[in-house]
């Protein structure tokens, strides 16, 4: 059982940047493929950004359009997201996840048996 944690959300003005870190329990945290998806108010939730054990590949959601950035620290138990030049659509709770142990990776939350509790997003125009 895999236990994820997120931290880093807040109240940011569109153009500005916010970094989200997760924090996974458990010992096999290399094995685990990890993702991090966003749900707004009245929409189905999304992928943004993927990224597998090593050799590390990485997979981005279509509207992130190089603005944001994940990447994990298997020393720290931890996966980032690096969001810069917000815009106020990308208001919304952003979701860790991770697969089982050598599981698939990809951008369908179906594939990911872990999630942690969300945080809060908010950009202001």
């Known amino acids: 059982q895999v236990q994820l944690v997120e931290a880093g959300g807040g109240l940011v003005q569109a153009g500005g940047s916010l970094r989200l870190s997760c924090a996974a329990s458990?010992?096999?945290?290399?094995?685990?493929?990890l993702g991090w998806f966003r749900q707004a108010p009245g929409k189905e939730r999304e992928a943004v950004a993927a990224?597998?054990?090593?050799?590390?590949?990485?997979y981005y959601g279509d509207y992130v359009e190089g603005r944001f950035t994940i990447s994990r620290d298997n020393t720290k138990n931890t996966v980032y997201l690096q969001m810069n030049s917000l815009k106020p659509e990308d208001t919304a709770v952003y979701y860790c996840?991770?697969?089982?142990?050598?599981?698939?990776?990809?951008?369908?939350?179906?594939?990911?048996?872990?999630w942690g509790q969300g945080t809060q997003v908010t950009v202001s125009s």
């Open positions: 990224i597998t054990r090593s050799p590390v590949r990485i």
């Open positions: 458990g010992r096999t945290f290399s094995l685990y493929g």
């Open positions: 996840a991770a697969t089982k142990p050598r599981g698939p990776v990809g951008l369908y939350s179906n594939l990911y048996d872990y």
